[in-house]
């Protein structure tokens, strides 16, 4: 039996085929919302599960003067990335599959193998678009990676533990946004740096450098790309939730508080324009940190 519920966990729930679903249905959200704030209609409910069927069927085009099993390699590791990460957190609200001490860090970089392997992906093509695009990705990883984990940090001092589950048991009731509004802030925009999305997507500007990174993926890779970002985009989600919002201690609270914060992401989408990279990178690398640091020296001096 026990054979049996660790396969369920990583290929049923909480990872696998429900967090790759979870994840089309908050990219879907994300993009209906984004295009109603932006007075457009937006895509249909099925449209981000069509996308992902239609990639997988497609053939995937190789371009010449890459290393092929690195191409390939790259958007498997990516998707397992994510998903191994997710066996560490409360998906959704209930405890997680696998808890260890110091488990937060090795869930922090689970996840930043996405942007690692998109970086790797654009720099192992001739393309410029691609080369361009990964430059500013691993650029980008560097300025926000540092203050994502920084701001998730702060919830574990509190609590006193590096353990997801412990300090998610410290944060129910507790609304650390309050306590640490400093932290949630670095920690809301850091996950949009981290996912590239608006104003944070330079890495993948359409109008200057195509797809960037990923210009010359097609077909499968194309498909896990995009479905490592979904998932995440509903790690991440869950994290921020539980460590600042007073914690997800059951599904509809998953819901409801993750959903909250993906209408915060969306508005500030809606609201700025892109930033270049100088942009994107400078000012945030040094004020973001700086003013994490200095709410780390409060809730270290309190506690």
């Given amino acids: 039996m026990d054979v049996l519920t660790d396969l369920s966990a990583i290929f049923f729930f909480p990872s696998g085929l429900f967090l790759l679903a979870s994840g089309l249905v908050y990219e879907w959200i994300d993009r209906k919302l984004l295009a109603q704030f932006q007075n457009r209609i937006g895509p249909r409910w099925f449209q981000p599960l069509a996308d992902v069927v239609k990639l997988l069927a497609k053939e995937e085009v190789s371009p010449e003067g890459v290393n092929g099993r690195l191409f390939i390699a790259l958007p498997i590791i990516a ?31 689970l996840l930043s193998l996405l ?6 992906a654009g720099a192992n093509t001739l393309d410029r678009f691609s080369l361009v695009g990964a430059t ?18 702060g919830p574990a001092i509190a609590a006193g533990s590096w353990q997801i589950s412990e300090i998610v048991g410290y944060g129910n009731g507790r609304w ?35 797809a960037g990174a990923l210009t010359e993926y097609s077909g499968r890779g194309l498909a896990l790309f995009r479905l490592g970002k979904g998932v995440e985009m509903v790690i991440g989600l869950t994290l921020v939730a539980a460590f600042y919002l007073g914690g997800v201690a059951n599904p509809l609270l998953f819901v409801v508080k993750t959903l909250a914060l993906l209408l915060v992401m969306v508005g500030l989408q809606a609201l700025f324009t892109r930033l270049r990279i100088d942009q994107t990178v400078g000012l945030w690398w ?8 200095v709410q780390w020296a409060i809730v270290i001096w309190l506690v």
């Fill in 79 to 109: 998707l397992t990335g994510g998903l191994t990460a997710a066996l560490y957190v409360p998906l959704p609200g209930l405890p997680p599959a696998y808890s260890f001490p110091g488990d937060l860090i090795v869930t922090l970089y």
């Fill in 115 to 120: 942007t690692l392997c998109m970086g790797l």
């Fill in 136 to 153: 500013r990705t691993l650029t980008q990883l560097f300025s926000y990676e540092a203050p994502f984990l920084l701001a998730l940090l």
């Fill in 176 to 210: 650390l946004l309050l306590t640490q509004p400093i932290g949630f802030l670095v920690a809301i925009i850091g996950l949009m740096g981290k996912l590239e999305l608006p104003p944070f997507d330079a890495p993948e500007a359409e109008t200057e450098i195509v």
């Fill in 286 to 293: 040094r004020y973001g940190v700086l003013l994490v640091l």
